[in-house]
């Protein structure tokens, strides 16, 4: 690789470790409010940070790299497969919890509306 590759190549890198991280704390937003800002925000900045990798992987396979590089961009493929499969996967798992608590809170609104509709017809 060149020196532009080589420093396109660690950026890639970089920039799947810090998707990694703002993803793993993530991993547990069944605890948090639904319209919680703090759920929405690692997702914004993960989204970006996938754009702009995105762009720096077709600009660096826009060249075929160097046949001597093979092994070492293999390795980085498969952590980035293994990085994405990670997010998949949570976001998955919160995507399940979104919509039990959209539920429940369905079934709260249901619940209330009953009542409200019952407590008039009641006698005492």
Same mark, same amino acid.
């Given at each position: 690789?060149? #020196?532009?590759?080589?420093?396109? %190549? ?20 069944? =605890?948090?409010?639904? =319209? =919680?800002?703090? #759920?929405?925000?690692? %997702? ?5 940070? !996938?754009? !702009? ?5 077709? $600009? ?6 160097? #046949?001597? $590089? ?48 019952? #407590? ?5």
């Amino acid at each position: 690789m060149n #020196a532009q590759q080589q420093e396109q %190549w660690q950026t890639i890198l970089m920039l799947t470790q810090q998707m990694r991280e703002l993803a793993v704390p993530n991993e547990k937003l069944a =605890d948090l409010s639904v =319209d =919680d800002e703090y #759920a929405k925000q690692p %997702w914004q900045a993960i989204s970006k940070l !996938e754009l !702009e990798r995105l762009q720096l992987l077709k $600009d660096f396979f826009s060249t075929t790299p160097d #046949a001597n $590089d093979s092994q070492l961009i293999a390795e980085g493929i498969q952590t980035i497969q293994k990085t994405d499969q990670k997010l998949v996967s949570i976001s998955q798992r919160i995507q399940k919890d979104l919509g039990k608590s959209f539920s429940r809170l369905g079934d709260s609104q249901r619940a209330a509306s009953a009542y409200a509709s019952n #407590a008039g017809q009641t006698k005492y």
